[in-house]
């Protein structure tokens, strides 16, 4: 038997399905109960992060870890790699994919290169008359990768403990940004974090300098964070800085372990746990689609840019040690932490995605 609907009954229908569209948004899918999760294997489960991570081109998700090395993961599984499938060293601090589609990864030992099939190990040359190094933490030849950043030229930079260097597609060229003696790390080392504005100029950071450099193509100024302050509490502790992002308004926002420091170009300003962090050591900082900051460091906190918000246990995320923060394409936030933590926040709660077991495997 055949029914028919008139105009009216139709007309009513596609109003609700359009209303009930609009004001729902994209709808998220479930996640299993059984969803799968990243294993940590060796090590103390006490130790180690989960450090950086990045969304490839086709959607995949990768981790880099202190200890359990690299893990893929494609929405349905995890997939790790260590020293055995290729890698250089099961310790990661930094990851990009560049313009190619090739995936560098930063690791103690210096750096190696993903093309999708295979793990090459790459070979700085570093700068002749190189100072030993005189920090016991970086001797043994190790030769750690902190960040990596591709320029809008399609040069590649690295900060490493063996100073900053320039990849052109061919060779590496060291770049000097000052002679003068480190503090924390190493006569070597003065920078830990690369970043590039949206005018081009390239800035430094890191714990052996004092405040940041910025190389604006031709020379390289020294800003120190004490003199340039306006509103807030100067630096007492920390007069080093990492600068992490450049917001959608232009604000460069720079960290250290003393809060985050928001730059209009003129004049800094600070915020620290008296203004809303969940604590003042700041690790990473990124911006998410809707324009809020994340703040991840001793705690998590989120930013809409009049207060802030404090995620701790009470709201469900179970470690407060983070050293990664990372947006997904749909817009689920990833959060790594010590002991190897992984967990998802989907706008709601935290789900864990890491787990802890224990295996006879060496690094």
């Known amino acids: 038997?055949?029914?028919?609907?008139?105009?009216?009954?139709?007309?009513?229908?596609?109003?609700?399905?359009?209303?009930g569209t609009a004001c729902n948004g994209p709808v998220k899918k479930d996640l299993p109960k059984d969803h799968p999760k990243l294993i940590k294997t060796i090590g103390s489960p006490r130790y180690g992060n989960v450090q950086c991570a990045l969304q490839d081109k086709v959607g995949n998700l990768w981790f880099g870890t202190t200890e359990n090395g690299l893990y893929k993961y494609d929405g349905k599984s995890f997939k790790q790699f260590l020293v055995a499938d290729g890698l250089n060293s099961n310790n990661i601090y930094s990851i990009l994919e560049d313009?190619?589609?090739?995936?560098?990864?930063?690791?103690?030992?210096?750096?190696?290169?993903?093309?999708?099939?295979?793990?090459?190990?790459?070979?700085?040359?570093?700068?002749?008359?190189?100072?030993?190094?005189?920090?016991?933490?970086?001797?043994?030849?190790?030769?750690?990768?902190?960040?990596?950043?591709?320029?809008?030229s399609g040069k590649l930079w690295f900060a490493t403990v063996d100073g900053v260097y320039i990849y052109d597609g061919k060779s590496f060229t060291p770049f000097i940004i000052t002679e003068a003696a480190g503090g924390y790390m190493s006569t070597n080392n003065n920078a830990e974090h690369i970043l590039e504005d949206k005018a081009g100029n390239i800035w430094f950071g890191g714990r052996g300098t004092e405040g940041v450099y910025r190389y604006d193509g031709k020379s390289v100024i020294n800003i120190k964070l004490k003199e340039l302050f306006q509103n807030g509490?100067?630096?007492?502790?920390?007069?080093?800085?990492?600068?992490?992002?450049?917001?959608?308004n232009g604000?460069?926002?720079?960290?250290n372990w003393g809060g985050v420091y928001r730059y209009d170009g003129k004049s800094f300003t600070s915020f620290t746990k008296k203004d809303g962090l969940s604590g003042d050591m700041v690790a990473r900082i990124i911006e998410d689609k809707k324009g809020n900051l994340w703040f991840g460091g001793?705690?998590?906190?989120?930013?809409?840019?009049?207060?802030?918000?404090?995620?701790?246990?009470?709201?469900g995320l179970p470690n407060l040690g983070v050293w990664l923060i990372l947006?997904?394409?749909?817009?689920?936030?990833?959060?790594?932490?010590?002991?190897?933590?992984?967990?998802?926040y989907d706008g709601k709660t935290f789900i864990t995605y890491s787990e802890y077991k224990h295996q006879a495997t060496t690094n």
């Open 1 to 19: 038997m055949k029914k028919y609907f008139s105009q009216r009954q139709v007309f009513t229908f596609l109003t609700i399905l359009f209303f």
């Open 99 to 152: 313009k190619d589609g090739k995936i560098w990864i930063g690791t103690e030992a210096g750096l190696c290169l993903y093309d999708g099939k295979t793990f090459a190990k790459i070979q700085i040359p570093l700068r002749k008359n190189l100072p030993p190094n005189k920090n016991q933490n970086y001797r043994n030849s190790r030769h750690w990768v902190f960040s990596i950043m591709q320029a809008k």
């Open 233 to 248: 509490p100067k630096p007492k502790a920390h007069n080093w800085a990492w600068p992490q992002l450049q917001d959608k």
């Open 251 to 255: 604000n460069i926002w720079f960290s």
């Open 298 to 315: 001793a705690g998590l906190s989120r930013y809409d840019g009049k207060s802030f918000t404090r995620f701790t246990t009470k709201e």
């Open 327 to 344: 947006e997904d394409k749909i817009g689920n936030l990833w959060v790594g932490t010590r002991e190897t933590g992984l967990y998802l």
